[in-house]
């Protein structure tokens, strides 16, 4: 299995910067991409970015331009850098990885989702 430690989050003013970390893990060759979602109580969790290991990147219409994602793949651990924030971009943050990857042990896994338990971005106005 892999395992996911977000770390990073706090409370920002508008306007302000923060980046997110979330290091991994266990069996790492066993995925391909890593994402970011985000929550507020109440409401669904949603898809905020995402990063392949070639380096191709994904971002929700509400971030584009403002977030950023990267990697090291040396260390397995992918940043969010998160600028201009705006209230609304409070949530907690959580990265999250699919095991794809049929190959040697990766089978006992494939199609397994693994989840971090997330840190908290609070964004005052």
């Known amino acids: 299995q892999v395992q996911l430690v977000e770390s990073g989050g706090g409370s920002v003013q508008a306007g302000g910067s923060v980046e997110l970390a979330c290091k991994a893990s266990?069996?790492?060759?066993?995925?391909?991409?890593t994402t970011w979602y985000r929550q507020v109580p109440g409401k669904e969790r949603e898809f905020v970015s995402s990063?392949?290991?070639?380096?191709?990147?994904t971002y929700a219409d509400s971030v584009k331009a403002r977030f950023t994602m990267s990697q090291d793949n040396a260390k397995w651990t992918v940043s969010l850098q998160m600028n201009n924030l705006k209230p609304e971009d409070t949530a907690t943050y959580y990265c999250?990885?699919?095991?794809?990857?049929?190959?040697?042990?990766?089978?006992?896994?494939?199609?397994?989702?693994?989840w971090g338990k997330g840190t908290l971005v609070t964004v005052s106005s």
């Open positions: 990063i392949t290991k070639r380096g191709a990147t």
């Open positions: 266990g069996y790492t060759d066993c995925y391909d991409e």
């Open positions: 999250k990885v699919v095991m794809t990857s049929r190959i040697g042990s990766c089978h006992y896994y494939t199609d397994m989702t693994f």
